[in-house]
């Protein structure tokens, strides 16, 4: 079964190229010219990636996203955004609202394919072993989910896959760098300011205190350690 992956892009040239290499490369595709009705269809097409433009006709790419996050169906699908706006503010709150990945017009067809392949095989990627519990925490890597005192946690895929390297790595102090290199790997587009940022997201789901954290503790003038909880 190929990998589906839908184009969220009103622009029908640039929807059309990226179409074309997805499919090139053995994806199948499905393209939307607009926010309108996207979410409805998405849920039925339950595609496996979604390429989300931020700028749209009526309501933006941000919007849409914070709309898959808090669908039943959709909440862990990865979304790549694009956009001509390259301000780190932009960048900052598409990941705040739940993005995996950002990218910036104009981008190379074969960056575009390479984010796409980076983020698939992450959603695949069969690490052993399948359950793992430390404390109050279960995470269930075949379902990617994860229960909190047998609370189920709504995470995206990125703050999954940082969990999961925290949580496999106990007590030991990772920096920005280290981070972005084990979880993030070839997806270099990112910053280390974008691993703060989805250190608060995850603070924001785990800890009872955000600002106050008891797991995820800041290593300053370093980075970040989980805290066995065990
Ligand atoms: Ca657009």
């Not at 990636?49 to 862990?76: H, K, N, Y």
Request: hydrophobic fraction near 40%; glycine fraction near 6%; aromatic fraction near 8%.
């Amino acid at each position: 079964m190929p990998k589906r992956i839908a184009i969220v892009e009103d622009e029908a040239e640039l929807a059309a190229l990226i179409d074309y290499n997805l499919r090139r490369h053995g994806y199948g595709t499905q393209i939307f010219n607009g926010s309108k009705g996207t979410l409805k269809a998405l849920e039925q097409h339950k595609p496996d990636l979604v390429v989300l433009d931020v700028m749209l006709p009526d309501t933006d790419g941000f919007e849409l996203c914070r709309q898959i996050r808090q669908s039943a169906v959709l909440s862990r699908t990865p979304v790549l955004f694009l956009t001509a706006r390259s301000d780190e503010v932009d960048r900052v709150l598409g990941l705040e609202i739940g993005g995996d990945d950002y990218m910036t017009k104009p981008f190379s067809p074969r960056e575009l394919i390479a984010r796409v392949k980076a983020h698939l095989r992450r959603e695949d990627m069969d690490v052993e072993p399948a359950a793992l519990e430390i404390g109050p925490f279960r995470l269930d890597r075949t379902g990617r989910r994860v229960f909190l005192a047998g609370r189920e946690l709504a995470l995206t895929s990125t703050e999954f896959n940082l969990l999961d390297f925290f949580v496999t790595h106990p007590g030991r102090a990772y920096s920005r760098e280290q981070l972005l290199e084990s979880v993030w790997g070839e997806l270099r587009n990112v910053t280390p300011r974008t691993v703060d940022v989805h250190v608060r997201r995850l603070r924001e789901q785990i800890e009872e205190q955000a600002e106050n954290p008891r797991y995820l503790t800041t290593v300053r003038g370093f980075g970040y350690r989980f805290e066995d909880p065990a």
